[in-house]
């Protein structure tokens, strides 16, 4: 009935496969790898409830009332002393806008520099939120081809060449929905080629604090040599989700743009949740909370890797994550994803299908398993499941 | 440095003006009527404290956790009832989406609706915030002239006739920024016009609550005889603005594109503040609070009123609102409201100038007064000021 109102760019959003596969795995009995949530273990919620009795006696009306749009000042300065300490850059809270959570990143992204039919490079596969984000900008996905080492930097330089896209969306650790990182040596082919360009590069780190295996953090591409780099950021998988508190870290005029970008979007992000993050931030250990998220999370991860080893025909292949929260499963050629879709669920496991993570989905045979929302027994169990269900496709 | 790289869209956004003004209220000498903030007193902040840890202890991780996109079941439910109970609509949480705050309700709106140049019908002036918000979708904006009593009919008719506008915001309601109300006379004239066109009709409704002066909630234009209808409204002038919850109710096929809208958006708003809120609203008594907030705005808008009558030239028009937030004010034909707020600055009183309320702003003599955030000496004492600066343009 109202077909004929709706914009050119919402028909062209597609709606998130995601979500509508939770509504298939509500039954209890299914295993879901599908979604992304962080283990609610991970929540620090008894130090969460002594900071909002104390932020509420500390700041009154204030925790209630409108606020100001590029966000509580203390956390700005804690994600800018947090980025100077741990990457030397050298910024102030000027180059920090709090957002309602990375998603709203994109959002204002989007608004700020896509006019429509313009070229923007993401990796294939890359994150649907994205995708679906960038969709009603209608920007013109271009896509380079990911590896387990990072960009494939031949299939770079052509994209690059053909389409001189004018903004790069990467998300270099722990990838989703891969789990693959680039590697330094990758990072830095990457820049060198990207470097001259006229081309900003968002790099999109929601799980990079989160690395279980050995290995020191990587710095991301470009780092601290250029100006036209967006770096986003997240408290969802380290603190709490619920909150929506996101960031993006650029340069000053960019974040004048994003303000007036998001003064439009929603005035302000929550400010009581800025406040309690705030409060939680400053008067805890951060770093001590990830460990534990951590040591959770690897052996979670384990699980399923070692399952998927001793339970998957030696055809399927997988990613082995050396953080985050996902692992990446390639069929054998020619195999049909959703097939395998509709006898796992018949078995009661989930997953997502490869397809919304690809600009033009077609002869889809991947998928993505999320480790980090269930315990390892029921991990094994749902991966079994999931094996059987491989032998019927 | 970065100009290449913004789009046209954002380019074309005015940043707001009401917050570059409120950098130069900083000033605590300053006596500002340019804000729009609610009084902090009308924050129930015991009740509040009592449902957080309330919330804390029944929900336990839910409140930190992702939540669905279009809002939490209970408050959905609650403003389903709400408006069943006042308004006896035929509706269920199906028609209902929760949005972060009503400004992004503007913006999910923009998302689903307009294409570039689609006429968008605004009043005459309009709420500075739809209009940045829709600039973002490059809307072309038409106008209806507002009248003490709503809309001028004569000039809707042509606006309809030359312009076949798709999308019609209206406050009618306490409009901001002229804090004038639709009579219910004027409000079936308007529906007449606009019932049979192809248009939609969004009537946002921040301030209905706020009805202080005598008189009965007068029911919305075309209420319960059309499908074409959005309704928005929001909890930050009744309860907490910092929480940025608002909401959406619609035809479900509309709230179904919203969803998708709010998906790329923000996945969706904070959950803490929508437990919080639903968890208030359940266990208290919202009408005999909003009576409260009522008593104090008609006693701060009643001081404001006074003191113009008393001090202002009798050549300096303003409205007497009924409810609300604001009151307008029209200068001598010809003044310029720019000089006039120099002046005001100098003699420590602030306000907004017309001109970011208006689509084309030329030959501005209007300004808005908020008298929401101050007591009643403090309102006398700026309205004098301002009378000395009236008398210097």
């Known amino acids: 009935m109202f077909e004929k109102y709706f914009s050119e760019r919402i028909k062209n959003t597609p709606s998130s496969f995601i979500r509508e596969i939770l509504k298939v795995t509500q039954n209890p009995e299914i295993i879901s790898f599908a979604g992304g949530l962080p283990n609610p273990i991970s929540f620090p919620q008894e130090e969460l409830k002594v900071s909002m009795n104390r932020i509420a006696e500390m700041y009154g009306a204030k925790i209630y009332q409108y606020s100001t749009t590029l ?5 700005r300065q804690y994600i800018a002393d947090r980025y100077k300490k741990i990457w030397n850059m050298n910024i102030t809270i000027d180059n920090v806008i709090i957002t309602t959570g990375s998603q709203q990143a994109l959002d204002l992204i989007g608004k700020v520099f896509i006019n429509k039919g313009d070229n923007v490079m993401v990796e294939k596969p890359s994150y649907l939120g994205l995708i ?4 009603v900008y209608e920007a013109n996905f271009v896509t380079t081809k990911l590896n387990d080492d990072g960009l494939d930097i031949e299939d770079l330089r052509n994209t690059l060449k053909t389409h001189n896209p004018k903004l790069a969306y990467l998300i270099p650790n722990f990838q989703n929905p891969t789990g693959l990182t680039y590697t330094q040596e990758n990072r830095k082919k990457v820049f060198e080629e990207i470097k001259d360009k006229d081309m900003l590069l968002i790099q ?4 990079g604090e989160l690395r ?12 601290n040599q250029t100006e036209k780099n967006l770096y986003l950021g997240s408290f969802s998988k380290i603190v709490t989700p619920g909150m929506r508190l996101g960031y993006i870290i650029a340069n000053k005029e960019i974040i004048k743009m994003l303000e007036t970008a998001k003064q439009a979007a929603d005035l302000h992000s929550n400010i009581f949740g800025q406040y309690l ?6 008067n805890n250990d951060l770093d001590k909370h990830i460990e534990k ?19 998957f025909p030696s055809n399927v292949k997988f990613t082995r994550p050396k953080g985050g929260m996902f692992t990446w499963v390639t069929l054998e050629e020619g195999k049909d994803v959703m097939k395998l879709f509709d006898k796992a669920i018949q078995r009661q496991v989930a997953f997502v299908p490869g397809h919304p993570f690809y600009v033009n989905p077609i002869n889809v045979n991947t998928l993505r398993l999320n480790y980090t929302n269930a315990d390892s027994d029921t ?8 094996a059987e269900a491989l032998k019927e496709i």
Chains 1, 2 share one sequence.
Not at 212 to 223: A, K, Q, T, V, W
Not at 277 to 282: C, K, N, Q
């Open 132 to 135: 679906q984000s960038f969709c």
């Open 379 to 386: 991990i094994k169990t749902g991966i079994k499941r999931l």
């Open 277 to 282: 993050i705030s409060d939680y931030l400053y």
């Open 71 to 75: 966000g509580l000042d203390s956390l």
């Open 293 to 311: 998220i951590k040591a959770l999370y690897k052996s979670q991860a384990n699980a399923m890797v070692s399952a998927m080893e001793e339970f």
């Open 204 to 207: 999109d780190d929601p799980y």
């Open 212 to 223: 279980f295996e050995e290995g020191e953090r990587i710095p991301y591409i470009g780092l």
